[in-house]
């Protein structure tokens, strides 16, 4: 083989070397980009949830009703565009990226399921089926509870990795 083509295989291996790298860099600093959105749905999602429960508390059963569907539309945004991340996933993303996307589409689906409960509790009270509304009420809660494993789960791992989270 000739150095002409020895050095022709070396710059064909280097660019493909180069490009792998900054499709990686790309992958996790879009990531890294999305992810302060995608908090602020999730806290602008627990905020109105809470409110939906207070206003529900007091028989304010409209506005409840708005807040609740908020608190849906704001997790599913956050939902929607972790799906995007998880699928754009490569075999060298980072595996604790992985962990943290799979904890918070884990807690996404318990909210998302527990406003379900919450819109089903709000239209059962309204309609003065005081027991049904408090059985999905009480099914609310628990998917709730069971969501903030989930987001225990990530906060850890931002606390263990901070060099990953910017």
């Known amino acids: 083989m000739s150095d002409y083509s020895k050095v022709i295989i070396f710059i064909i291996i280097l660019i493909v070397f180069s490009g ?32 939906a429960v207070d206003l529900l508390n007091n028989k304010n059963y409209g506005e409840s009703k708005n807040k609740a569907i ?45 406003t379900d409960h919450l819109l089903k509790a709000i239209d059962n009270y309204k309609n003065h089926k005081n027991s049904t509304g ?17 987001q225990n789960v990530r906060n850890n791992l931002v606390k263990e990795n901070p060099n990953l989270f910017k």
């Open 134 to 150: 408090n059985d999905y009420s009480n099914q609310a809660n628990e998917l709730m509870h069971e969501s903030l494993e989930f």
């Open 70 to 114: 908020s608190a849906k539309n704001n997790f599913n945004r956050s939902m929607i565009q972790l799906l995007d991340i998880k699928n754009n996933f490569t075999s060298d993303t980072n595996d604790v990226h992985k962990n943290y996307i799979n904890a918070v589409l884990n807690e996404l689906e318990l909210k998302i399921n527990a």
């Open 20 to 51: 792998a790298v900054i499709y990686l860099y790309n992958s996790e600093s879009s990531m890294n980009q999305s992810m302060p959105d995608i908090s602020s749905s999730v806290v602008s999602g627990d905020s109105d949830y809470n409110s």
